[in-house]
């Protein structure tokens, strides 16, 4: 097979990953065995991330196929056996002005929509609900819901530590992020959502996602924070807007975080017998 054939079956071959990529990438939370493709995004800016990373991936391959074939040309052409007598040029103006305007244009191609997702990331809009998550000394995360009510001395009513975070799904929930005066940096990570903020002490970060679609989402502590950095896992419910009302009801009667996720539990698993039936 001829060099131009073989990169034809290539370039062939990118195409169809790239209409193919979201079947690819089906299953979301969890990898499945020979998936391509990154997981099913579950917000517009994991989705974004999505596209943007892919589109990249076509960006490169092309440039590196591209890169390849001028060396095996340049090789084969001009390798002492087939050309004995050497050319002495040294310039070519048009030549030199591709090289260096070609270039500038990829980067400014690229530039554009990596301006455009550090706006969608940074512009946050009026959210629906507020969550505070704050990292502890004790590796681990505390969870605040304002808008579900405040006590008396401000303290959010619904707060609770190392249990999965519930909301609804489509809504828009701003988070803000910050640790424990007395602690270290830690960083709240949700890799399906598209969103990454360090938990800074004395410091808020603002960050905000908007999930698509139901299900259960993972996350971790991505900065390095000492001996148990392993074990700051981070779990959040996407579930409709009358299980998490459900919830919030249990949350703000009881107080009890534990019984209110199994609350949720059952919910759940009421919703899934039904579909089965």
Known sequence: MTFAKRFMVLAAAAGSLRAAGPALAEGGVHA???????????TPVAEFIYTF???????????????????????????????????????????????????????????????????????????????????????????????????????AKVSFTDVPVVVPVGKIVKTIITSDPEGIIHAWTVRDFGIKSDAIPGRLNEDWFQATREGVFYGQCSELC????????????????????????????????AAAAKLLAALEAGTKTLAQN
């Open 53 to 155: 990373h892919q589109n990249l991936f076509y960006l490169i391959t092309i440039i590196a196929l591209f890169v390849l074939a001028l060396m095996i040309y340049v090789m084969v052409r001009f390798n002492a056996r087939a050309n004995p007598v050497a050319s002495k040029t040294t310039h070519n103006t048009l030549v030199e002005v591709l090289w260096t305007v070609i270039p500038i244009l990829i980067l400014v191609g690229v530039a554009i929509p990596s301006f455009k997702l550090l706006y969608l990331q940074r512009n946050i809009p009026a959210p629906d609900m507020t969550i505070k998550v704050i990292g502890n000394p004790s590796w681990n995360w505390t969870y605040e819901y304002p808008d579900l009510g405040l006590n008396e001395d401000g303290s």
């Open 226 to 257: 000492g001996k148990d950095h392993a074990y700051m896992p981070i779990e959040v419910h996407v579930v409709s807007q009358d299980k998490f009302d459900a919830w919030a009801k249990a949350m703000l009667e009881t107080g009890d975080a």
């Open 32 to 42: 499945k065995p020979w998936q391509l493709g990154l997981p099913e995004p579950a």
